[in-house]
């Protein structure tokens, strides 16, 4: 027989809230001090937890005491001063206490009918994100509804969206100009473009929608221009193909590199293919200077700069891609082997933790400034750290 649910009861509740948000504030406060990358090993959760749903409830203390003892040591601590791989998350605390009342409310907006406030609120806080980075006009909803957006639960959800939408559009138009064909002969024929250097989602959400998905080759800046785009079309159109897509990057993952939306653009547009922009990452770096101050991160550029600076002024090491916004490419000189030597003291050393790329065929460290907490001071220590693994390495 199952036992009685003991239930949190809304005096409890009260009380736990508070306990809760101490518990936060107090990890935040002592985040800096927690070892930013975990000493686990793959499978190390499932013998500290039961097999299955325990019977018994808990206390509130022993479920937070399971969190500090089973939890937080499998945790990577993202938002820890020391953590500078992939690329920074939004945490703010309006935002956390946001996600509290959302799940208070609990609603579920499919519809503007299923909770009017949800699609309302989406709608006109997207026409602000439009403002604030000077989309035109006619991508607002404004007060006629005509254009506006939607939120996706991630970028490559909003990619593969609008790959879908752009092969249903493709194969409306190009039946509606050829009632032979069919929605299959259309498909078949279908070529979608992004750079070499766009993120692994494009290529996947390419592979769901059952499209071919090319690369156009970047320059040596790791950026698309209008000519190397225009080459691929003018071939594949002669092999009879439709390009219908081409995923611009506004900071490319590997470099944070930027494709040329200025040639790319009005040649997507003469040649009816849908230009989506994932700009994953450095989207937020064009809202107009004059709402810069509330951006949360943007302040990340200066102290990339601070780390580029260093990097520069040690002859043993190169700087591998422009550093634009928040991001730095950098790598000791010499060979590959070499460099992922480099990585794997640094990340064993587990003081900071970084994730590579390739840049054709170089093996390179990634520096990205992600808390929002870092300052100078945890530029200078990773700097000398690196630099000291680094002088261990050469000497070895
Ligand atoms: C340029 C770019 N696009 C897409 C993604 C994937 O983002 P998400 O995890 O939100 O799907 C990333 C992740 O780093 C990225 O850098």
Not at 325 to 336: E, T, W
């Amino acid at each position: 027989m199952l036992p009685t649910p003991v239930s949190m009861d809304i005096t409890e509740f009260r009380k736990r809230g508070k306990e809760m948000v101490d518990y936060i504030a107090d990890y935040f406060e002592q985040l800096e001090e927690r070892q930013v990358y975990p000493d686990v090993e793959p499978g190390y959760l499932r013998p500290l937890i039961p097999d299955s749903a325990p019977q018994e409830p808990e206390s509130f203390e022993d479920v937070l005491k399971d969190v500090e003892r089973i939890i937080m040591p499998g945790v990577t601590h993202w938002h820890s001063p020391y953590f500078f791989a992939y690329f920074p998350t939004a945490s703010s605390f309006p935002a956390l206490l946001a996600d509290v009342l959302s799940g208070g409310i609990g609603c579920i907006g499919f519809s503007w009918a299923s909770s009017p406030a949800c699609t309302e609120l989406e709608t006109v806080m997207l026409d602000w994100l439009g403002k604030m980075i000077n989309l035109p006009e006619e991508f607002l909803a404004g007060k006629d509804g005509e254009g506006g957006g939607v939120i996706q639960g991630s970028a490559s959800e909003a990619t593969l969206i609008t790959l879908l939408a752009a092969r249903t559009k493709t194969i409306r138009r190009v039946q509606s100009e050829n009632p032979e064909l069919t929605a299959a002969d259309i498909m078949s024929k279908l070529v979608a473009y992004a750079s070499d250097q766009a993120h692994s989602s494009v290529e996947r959400a390419g592979l769901i929608g059952g499209v071919k998905i090319k690369n156009i080759p970047s320059d040596d800046k790791f950026t698309v221009c209008g000519s190397a785009l225009k080459k691929v079309l003018h071939e594949d159109r002669a092999a009879g193909l439709i390009p219908f897509f081409f995923c611009a990057t506004l900071g490319t993952t590997p470099c944070c590199s930027f494709d040329r939306l200025l040639e790319l653009g009005p040649i997507c547009n003469k040649e009816n293919i849908w230009m989506h922009i994932d700009a994953a990452y450095a989207g937020s770096a064009f809202i107009c200077p004059e709402f810069r101050h509330l951006l949360n991160g943007v302040e990340h550029v200066k102290l990339s700069h601070e780390f580029e600076n260093l990097v520069l002024q040690d002859k043993r090491f190169e700087i591998c891609a422009e550093v634009t916004l928040g991001l730095v490419c950098f790598r000791l000189k010499g060979s590959n082997e070499l460099n992922e030597a480099l990585l794997k003291s640094i990340n064993e050393a587990r003081k900071i933790h970084l994730v590579p790329c390739h840049l054709r065929e170089k093996f390179v460290l990634r520096f990205a400034i992600c808390s929002r907490t870092v300052e100078s001071v945890h530029i200078q220590f990773a700097w000398k750290h690196i630099s000291e693994l680094a002088t261990e390495l050469l000497n070895a």
